[in-house]
Every structure is written in structure tokens, then in C-alpha cells.
């Protein structure tokens, strides 16, 4: 199957939380860094995930937003540094290539947001995702 989506981590499963409706599980990317998904229970169990299940962890551009710095004070659980390496910029929106360890991501902003933060190939960013946006496959 072909998709759309532009960012596809590959990982491992630590942990799995079930909860009554939702559960959040915990991926170890290739890097070493660790994302959160927090999906529906119903679908953790259809997927049968365990702690060691490989998967694919996937997030559409439109949900990557970027800071230029740091960030702290927010319940956003996966910040990943990284570096931009590509910034394509159209009247409305821009797309930016990110560079983290051992993945790369898109992040699809407003045109404004990349001005504001001066965005250049180069420039160190922390791409953040609520655990909410993350989509879990299984091969």
C-alpha cells in the first residue's frame, strides 16, 4: 500500500498503557529517541502491539509544527531536534525538510510561520507532534 503520508518512522514498541478507550504506546525510533501515539484501544488490540512489535509511525506534514529553540511548559510529548535541510515556499504555505537522527521529516506550515522563524537550510528546529497525530502500521 501507498500512502500519502510523508513521514514514516520506523520503530519499536516499549510500552503499551490501555486504557478504557484510548491507549498510549511507546515507540523507540532507530535513533534511539522515543515517540508517543496515543490511538484508540480498540485499534492497540487489533494491531495486537506489544513491547517489541515493530511498526511504522506515521504523521501527516500538516500536524509537525516547528520551534527554533527549546521548548518547555507543554504537554506536547514528542519534541525531536533536528536540522532543516530543505525549505520549498509558496504564497500561502511552506514545506520544510527536517533532518533528525536517523529519519527525516516534512512539516507543511503557513508561509508567515516560516518568515517569522527565519527557516533556512541549516537552521536547528524541534519538531513537535501531540502523541494524538501519531498513526501506527504494522507490517
Given at each position: 500500500m ?8 520506523p520503530?519499536?514498541?516499549t ?6 478507550a ?7 525510533l532507530?535513533?534511539g ?17 506489544a513491547p517489541g512489535?515493530a ?12 520551534a ?14 533536528g536540522?532543516v ?12 525538510k527536517?533532518?533528525v ?7 507543511a ?19 513537535l ?7 501506527l502500521?504494522?507490517?
Amino acid at each position: 500500500m501507498s500512502l500519502s503520508i510523508r513521514n514514516q518512522l520506523p520503530g519499536t514498541v516499549t510500552a503499551v498503557t490501555p486504557g478504557e478507550a484510548m491507549a498510549t504506546v511507546r515507540i523507540r525510533l532507530a535513533d534511539g529517541q522515543d515517540l508517543t501515539a496515543a490511538i484508540t484501544r480498540e485499534a492497540a488490540d487489533d494491531l495486537a502491539l506489544a513491547p517489541g512489535s515493530a511498526v511504522r509511525a506515521l504523521v501527516k506534514s500538516t500536524e509537525v509544527s516547528l520551534a527554533t529553540a527549546s521548548v518547555t511548559g507543554l504537554s506536547l510529548r514528542n519534541r525531536l531536534p533536528g536540522t532543516v535541510t530543505a525549505l520549498t515556499a509558496g504564497d500561502a504555505m511552506a514545506a520544510v525538510k527536517i533532518s533528525v537522527e536517523g529519519a527525516e521529516l516534512t512539516a507543511a506550515i503557513t508561509r508567515d510561520a516560516a518568515d517569522d522563524l527565519a527557516l533556512a537550510p541549516g537552521l536547528p528546529v524541534v519538531a513537535l507532534v501531540k502523541s494524538t497525530e501519531v498513526a501506527l502500521a504494522t507490517a
